[in-house]
């Protein structure tokens, strides 16, 4: 098996899952009891945020390089980035990384791809929402992406930050996320939601989504278990 080294701590609310699949995607894939090796490098998620606020892109890439760096000398065979906002440096940050890296973005992409997907809406960070890193590989591959507006980007923006990122869940924060999508399938003709912050899920899924949900999390990591197993 290859060795997977995660960049965490992006928030500990999504690292923790993404420890907890991954060991037990593996296990359910090989069909026996095993755990894999890998090696987790916490950063700091509200340096990553600022860094991101205040557009100190080659301090994020910089930041996160470091950390890949650690991983390789943990034994790291190739890496991820347990987040989708940090990936507003994604393509800086392949160009610098001591370990080949796999991207949410582009996993998901192929998601949506496979499931023939024309139009799908985007919740996450501002920075995601707005930001044409996430959306850039969707449209390239005929693909609409669709977002809040100004007001509800504002909104998710700081149910995520303020409760979701601290592990807080609110019912009513719930039902206005679900408002938003409801508004977005009735108005924008949107197919899917793509849950484009790795704490969403914590608050929405498949059972309470109008509309399918395109997990980033779920999907990433169904990639890193392959990756992983593959000879």
């Keep these: 098996m290859k060795k997977l080294g995660l960049v965490g701590g992006m928030s500990p609310e999504s690292t923790i899952p993404y420890y907890h699949d991954i060991v037990y995607g593996v296990q359910k894939k090989l069909g026996r009891d095993c755990f894999p ?28 390089a470091n950390a890949i760096e650690n991983l390789k000398k943990s034994g790291a065979d190739f890496a991820a980035l347990s987040a989708n906002t940090p990936h507003i440096v994604f393509d800086r940050l392949r160009e610098k990384s001591a370990l080949p890296l796999v991207s949410i973005i582009e996993t998901v992409r192929a998601e949506a791809l496979r499931l023939n997907l024309r139009k799908i809406g985007l919740l996450g960070t501002i920075l995601t929402m707005k930001g044409e890193f996430f959306k850039n590989p969707f449209t390239e591959s005929g693909i609409e992406v669709v977002v809040p507006t100004e007001a509800e980007m504002e909104l998710v923006n700081s149910r995520i930050i303020n409760e979701l990122e601290r592990g807080i869940i609110k019912d009513e924060t719930r039902e206005e996320f679900l408002h938003i999508i409801n508004r977005m399938r009735d108005e924008e003709g949107i197919e899917a939601i793509v849950l484009g912050c ?20 779920k999907i990433h990591i169904r990639t890193l278990v392959d990756m992983i197993v593959e000879d």
């Design 198 to 217: 790795t704490e969403l899920p914590l608050i929405l899924n498949d059972e309470v989504s109008p509309v399918p949900c395109l997990d980033t999390m």
């Design 37 to 64: 090796t890998l090696t987790i490098e916490s950063v700091n998620v509200f340096d990553v945020l600022d860094m991101c606020r205040e557009r100190k892109y080659d301090d994020l890439t910089d930041y996160l």
